[in-house]
């Protein structure tokens, strides 16, 4: 498991070696997640793939979604239908915004952040990502921002951290810490962030939650720096080695 800023072992990560991807034989990904997926991060991560020929996604978010909820919304269940047509090279997630709440199974009530809870959540990330690395070479989680509202930042981070827990036991699924993406100079949330000396407006002002897809661009930008480290693309081979 690593997060941003890790260097990944060649051998462990550069599973497609042999096999450059190009507008022949373009990357095939996959981005999952709840709405945190939607306009901000998801239309931008799609944005920069539609701009290269060398990489095909496919794009399917739930609003309201997450691992709390198989009820409402049962994400393992519907990875059957999203491989059915084939596997996928990288897979980007993105969820965890409705998580922090209480769970029922059967006639037990499971109360948020119990050492039950914690675990039962703990177990569905694993199996979620089991069904990914099934089906992928690499999985991108990517973990929640710091949110303007304290009580439900720390929730977030208390869910991030079991998430990468979860990410620690599969060695191709990588934790993305969003904190030094889009946090302030101490990590906590800001609005708007100064990228190359302009400010931009990174978050929802409304909410305080979502991306704007200024924000969203920052993430993905980091997402495809790290997809061009861990996969081998044609006009790599084709500068050569730096001199």
């Not at 498991?1 to 042999?18: A, F, H, K, T, Y």
């Not at 119990?114 to 690395?133: E, H, M, N, P």
């Not at 962030?193 to 969203?216: E, M, P, S, Y």
């Not at 661009?217 to 790290?226: G, K, P, S, T």
Request: charged letters at 25%; glycine letters at 10%; proline letters at 4%.
């Amino acid at each position: 498991m690593l997060e941003v800023g890790g260097s990944p072992d060649q051998e462990d990560w550069r599973l497609g070696e042999g096999e450059a991807h190009s507008a022949e034989n373009p990357l095939q990904m996959l981005l999952i997640g709840d709405s945190m997926m939607g306009d901000g991060l998801g239309t931008m991560l799609l944005r920069v793939a539609d701009d290269d020929p060398a990489i095909a996604a496919d794009r399917h978010f739930k609003v309201s979604s997450g691992m709390s909820r198989p009820d409402f919304y049962n994400w393992p269940a519907q990875l059957d239908e999203l491989f059915a047509a084939g596997d996928y090279d990288a897979v980007v997630v993105m969820m965890g915004t409705n998580d922090a709440q209480n769970f029922q199974i059967g006639d037990i009530v499971y109360d948020f952040r119990t050492d039950a809870w914690s675990q039962i959540y703990r177990d569905r990330v694993r199996v979620f990502l089991d069904k990914l690395c099934a089906h992928s070479e690499h999985v991108y989680w990517i973990g929640e921002p710091p949110m303007r509202s304290a009580g439900f930042n720390d929730r977030m981070q208390y869910l991030n951290q079991l998430v990468q827990d979860a990410c620690g036991s599969h060695p191709r699924a990588r934790y993305i810490s969003t904190i030094p993406i889009l946090g302030d100079s101490n990590g906590n949330y800001s609005t708007s962030l100064t990228v190359n000396g302009k400010a931009i407006q990174a978050r929802n002002d409304g909410d305080g939650i979502h991306l704007t897809r200024a924000g969203g661009q920052l993430v993905a930008d980091r997402i495809f720096e790290l997809i061009r480290q861990d996969f081998i693309f044609a006009e790599d081979e084709e500068s050569g080695p730096e001199q």
